[in-house]
């Protein structure tokens, strides 16, 4: 049998593959995942051997709901909960706002009150940060004003010219007694050992999500910590699409050459107490505290703030039990009767949203979504190609952003409500990384991202049905190809 194997090896070699890949597909098929992500990864267990079983390690592994990503409940601590009774706005009083502001988004609202027990907060000043450079402007004054603590958690964090920026202004907050707490993304980060060497010496403490091996080699595992949050004494937040790395500002200093549009937003009041828990789930995460964690008082301080904006914000990822974001930008798809208008970097939507927009569009709804015409991705690119002509044939815009990287991740809806975040409008965003954006019911912020959208249209060509559909053969086959891979991207 041994002298068989051996004068045999690959065909040994192949016997053990096909039989690991049926016990992967038996767990595939018994997982009742989406049909699609299935099919998808059955594919590719079978016509690829050894690279197939790569493949479903790094892209086609579900665990949401599994061991590896329950927690203890901390949304049952005594702060957390007063603070959510207090923001707590009755049914009755909904209705009355739903006359005024909300405008057919109270189904909105109450999904994710029911969903995550999102509060929606009404006491918030928002600022629209467009680019980089805004943002960091606006962080390092908000740095050298903290009077408690700073709270940070980023898919990207390198320590490049802006990224060792952001580090020496944390090291002299922390100086001046300022805690200073950091969650990076394993895959997404890059923080040299002199950096990190220089925060222990301040007493910065730092923690990343879900180590890996290698990291350089799989940059799209699976449940990344994609989001961008930034919080400075549990009263001014950040969030958006803007990490921290030099790709992300537009100087010749410190950037690769390549024009980065991005949108970002600033919170100042209640809805950061929202941000706030959500970033003390993946921190209790990370540290792997015990159920005895006090979170200090100092983390929700009393913010006296007149009624503004009215701010919710939805959180998703493989340890929530629905797809929260997703299911938000379903309900909006949905209710909208006059317009909408899509900024995302990478456009590969599930059946649910596909289905929603071509149904808005034919049923009146004037829809425009625009996406880079090159972006960072050369598979997740065609993919979203392989989806224009059904969205042209459905009466949908499309507008190719051509300046440079479009990353920003915003959606308007009839002008009234609009979204800022971290999600993309793809498999990955609503069903494996973990996600966060602010919903926003107000009518100036939403004006103010279509005024923008107007700006950057400057910078777009339209794509046309007849001259799309004329496209050359080879092509159309890259783009097939990719959306085969579209679940797994």
Known sequence: MLNWVLSNWFLSLLIINYVVALSAAFFLIRSNQNPRKTVSSLLFLVALPFLGLGIYYFFGLEYRKSKIFKRKDLNANELIQDWNKRLHVSNDDLDKYEETFLIDRL???????????????????????????????????????????????????????????????????????????????????????????????????????MPVLFSKFTRKANYRDHRKIFIIDGSIGYIGGVNISDDYVNEPVNHNGQFWRDTHLRIEGHAVKSLQAQWLLNWYFVKRQDENYEIPSSYFPEIDFPENKAVQIAASGPDTDWANIMEALFIAINTAEKSIYITTPYFIPNEAILTSLKSAARSGVEIHIMVPK?????????????????????????????????????????????????????YRSFDINFEINALIYDEEVSQELNVQFQKDLEYCEEVLLELWIKRDKANKFKESFCRLWAPLL
């Open 107 to 209: 189904k909105m609202v109450k999904l994710l009150r029911h969903n995550q027990a999102a509060p929606l907060t009404l006491r918030n000043n928002l600022d629209v940060l467009i680019n980089g450079r805004s943002k960091f402007d606006r962080v390092f004054e908000d740095i050298k004003n903290a009077q408690n603590h700073i709270h940070l958690e980023y898919f990207i964090l390198s320590d490049d010219h802006i990224g060792t920026d952001v580090i020496d202004a944390l090291i002299e907050a922390a100086k001046r007694g300022i805690e200073v707490k950091i969650i990076y993304d394993s895959v997404g980060s890059s923080i040299s050992r002199a950096n990190k060497s220089r925060m222990n010496a301040v007493g910065i403490e730092y923690e990343a999500f």
């Open 374 to 426: 090159k972006g960072d991705s050369w598979a997740a690119r065609y993919a979203s190609r392989s989806y224009f002509q059904d969205l042209l044939e459905s009466g949908i815009y499309v507008h190719w952003y051509h300046r440079g990287m479009l990353h920003a991740k915003t959606m308007v809806v009839d002008d009234m409500f609009c979204t800022i975040g971290t999600s993309n409008m793809d």
